[in-house]
């Protein structure tokens, strides 16, 4: 069985930083593409980032990009989000997301597996 755990969320004031972490189990971590999602109180789950099987490509939304960093050691089988100059409006649940195949991808549905998620939040 497939499992992620998210790690590393809190609380911290605009302009801080935090790292995510996702550990994974159950299946060949290496071969498949890993996303990082969002969800904001009252609104529905958004896409961050995600990254391929091998970590060479990422693609990032256009609301985090040039201050998140997604990055992934396969042989930890961990996945991680380093998150940079942090505003009000990225605290949300982080979720990790596990694709069916190893193409990165900001569609939810190519996803089929979902951490628990992780607590963000961002004071001004």
């Known amino acids: 069985q497939v499992q992620l755990v998210e790690s590393g969320g809190g609380l911290v004031q605009a302009g801080g930083s935090l790292r995510l972490s996702c550990a994974a189990s159950g299946r060949t971590f290496s071969s498949y593409a890993m996303g990082w999602f969002r969800q904001a109180p009252g609104k529905v789950r958004e896409f961050v980032a995600t990254i391929n099987w091998r970590g060479r490509g990422t693609y990032y939304a256009d609301s985090v990009t040039g201050r998140f960093t997604i990055s992934r050691d396969n042989a930890k089988n961990t996945l991680y989000l380093q998150m940079n100059s942090l505003k009000p409006e990225d605290t949300a649940i982080y979720y990790c997301?596990?694709?069916?195949?190893?193409?990165?991808?900001?569609?939810?549905?190519?996803?089929?597996?979902w951490g628990q998620g992780t607590q963000v939040t961002v004071s001004s």
């Open positions: 997301a596990g694709a069916r195949a190893a193409t990165m991808t900001s569609l939810e549905d190519a996803y089929n597996y």
